[in-house]
């Protein structure tokens, strides 16, 4: 079965294109924002995946979200047959927070869930949804392919063809395996996608005075979140789309839902002018949804749908808010806050203590960034000159979107168990002594993230690494204290039997690993196959011909005109630097090419 996304005008589930297919949301209760959410019972922990922004390398955050449901699925299928031999606490994964590639794996995740799947490497691509997408889905060549400008009457949108991210995401949304029931999804999870809004949300604030003028602003930074109940349990919040989980055996229930998922997902992955915007139309009560802590409470704030004064209450517009939408990464690229406040509420704490702790966030970041240590000494590769002020100032932008105060604050605390990291790593379990760190860990790290895209083989190997840190995570580092009271009483000897590599003795491990998972996956090896830099080049250069030969055309000017103005005269120069930017940059990371 197929999803067509490109007919998905993005409707809200609450009143959508065809309204005899749609939900009966009517009969769902909603759950809404609280200041502390209630604490998990003994014997439950609960989990909040965090998928950063990763541009090609989703690939890898794909490979760690396959071997998590693995291991989650192997559990529980132990706990079924050897009742007593294998620890019999639970895991819920209650949130799915994403940016960029992350929100498109994500997506992927959500539909998945539902399914089974084969994992690792299947011997069919079309067999596992997360390596069909991230693996033999999208490649340099479709990129650069020139299907969005086949129609003359169409905008230009992007820089690169986005096309093929749409057909990907219509086929992992439309998998469709064996129904399975997953005892660690069946209370529900919320999905929330991080969102660039280039229109933004309006908000006006009023001050005393002989005018009626104040200060108009718009929030810019946004989400779109989806509630899947997968075992017809829990509440949505108020600002959630709920998706029809039950299609996975009914092809004839709704599917607008899925097709909005998948919309906004690709929104967030929407690279600013590399690939295609992607056009929302929200109901404008939810994004009414959204709190600020003040002085140990919360508020709501309301938007200013339209001017007011004071004494006047907003008057929010007629049927949708439309709005363009871009790269969440851009803005919210690691969106550990929306996964705490689902998590613990507005003004909750995850606790941080190992032996008290229930709950936690897993960040899977395949970025991360390292400290800075150059702060204390004077900046002398930039004068203040046009072009550093330009550049700094873009790298000012990306800084203080990712700076956190909150999260500053928590990292200071000395036992920390309310968060985990999850990235790439090649370090071997016993390194010999002349072992060395690899220039990069990943494949997709060159060409600042957009690496992986050049070939499969390179998207192969971050997906297995993913498989493998994510097994090393679970393995050494992912475990609470023994008193902890996620763990049975009665459970001791078999939280011990599958603890015994834990880094830290007195932990037991919060997922075990089961039968053959506990295996070490090898190292994946490192890439090998050279690049033909002069066919990428080429693809490019005809790529970008293209798109300034539609523009010339949309702007009432001739191709000919722009070969005057020398627009395709230097193009052959062009080419060389382009290579030798990409040639650089492989060598430095020991990836063959020629």
Not at 475 to 484: I, K, Q, T
């Amino acid at each position: 079965m197929s999803i067509t996304l490109n007919d998905a005008h993005v409707v809200h589930s609450g009143v959508a294109a065809d309204p005899d297919s749609e939900l009966e949301f009517s009969t769902i209760s909603l759950r809404d924002y609280m200041a502390a959410e209630p604490a998990p019972p003994a014997g439950v922990f609960e989990i909040a995946l965090v998928l950063a922004g990763a541009i090609s390398a989703g690939a890898y955050t794909a490979g760690v979200c396959d071997f998590l449901i693995e291991t989650l699925d192997a559990w529980e299928q132990a706990k079924r047959d050897q009742p007593g031999e294998v620890p019999s606490h639970s895991v819920k994964i209650k949130v799915v927070s994403g940016a960029s590639a992350g929100a498109m794996t994500a997506a992927i995740a959500a539909s998945a869930l539902r399914f089974q799947f084969q994992h690792g490497e299947p011997q069919l691509p079309d067999a596992n949804p997360f390596y069909k997408a991230w693996v033999k889905g999208v490649d340099i060549g479709h990129l650069l392919n020139r299907l969005d400008l086949e129609t003359s009457d169409q905008p230009i949108a992007s820089l690169l063809d986005s096309t093929r991210l749409e057909r990907v995401t219509d086929d992992a949304l439309g998998y469709r395996g064996p129904p399975i029931a997953r005892p660690y999804i069946e209370d529900g999870v919320r999905f929330i996608f991080t969102q660039a809004g280039l229109r933004g949300i309006p908000y006006y604030l009023n001050f005393r005075g002989h005018t009626i003028t104040g200060l108009r602003m718009s929030a810019h930074r946004t989400y779109h979140s989806f509630y899947a109940p997968y075992g017809n349990r829990g509440r949505p919040r108020p600002d959630d789309e709920v998706l029809n989980v039950d299609d996975a055996t009914d092809p004839a229930l709704n599917h607008q839902g899925w097709r909005n998922l998948g919309n906004a997902a690709l929104a967030s992955g929407a690279f600013p002018v590399g690939l295609r915007a992607r056009e929302e139309l929200r109901r404008p009560s939810d994004l009414e949804w959204r709190y600020a802590a003040v002085a140990g409470s919360y508020i709501k704030l309301v938007p200013a749908w339209s001017q007011f004064v004071s004494g006047m209450a907003p008057k929010p517009p007629q049927g949708y808010y439309a709005e363009f939408v871009v790269d969440g990464g851009a803005m919210n690229n690691e969106p550990l806050d929306l996964a705490r406040t689902e998590l613990v509420g507005l003004l909750g704490q995850v606790e941080s203590s190992g032996g008290k702790t229930q709950r936690t966030l897993i960040l899977v970041d395949p970025f991360p960034d390292q400290p800075a240590l150059d702060f204390c000494n004077r900046d002398e590769k930039h004068k203040g000159d046009l072009e550093s002020v330009c550049f700094k100032l873009a790298s000012a932008f990306k800084s203080q979107a990712k700076f956190s105060p909150a999260d500053l604050a928590r990292a200071l605390h000395p036992a920390e168990y309310s968060r985990f990291l999850l990235a790439p790593s090649r370090k071997p379990d016993d390194p010999p002594a002349s072992w060395r760190l690899p220039p990069a860990p990943m494949a997709s790290a060159s060409l600042q993230g957009f690496g992986g895209f050049l070939d499969e083989s390179y998207r192969r190997h971050d997906y297995l690494l993913g498989r493998r840190n994510c097994q090393q995570l679970l393995r050494f580092h992912f475990g609470l204290l023994r008193e902890n009271p996620t763990f049975i009483a009665g459970d001791a000897e078999a939280n011990a039997k599958y603890s015994h590599e834990m880094e830290n003795r007195d932990e037991f491990a919060i997922i075990p690993l089961i039968g053959s998972l506990a295996e070490p996956l090898p190292r994946p090896d490192w890439p090998s196959k050279p690049i033909d830099l002069n066919e990428v080049v080429d693809s490019a250069y005809l790529r970008a011909k293209a798109v300034g030969k539609a523009l010339a055309r949309r702007r009432g000017m001739s191709p000919r005109m722009l070969t005057r103005l020398g627009f395709f005269f230097f193009g052959w120069k062009l080419k060389q630097v382009v290579r030798k930017l990409i040639a650089d940059d492989l060598t430095a990371k020991e990836l063959p090419f020629y």
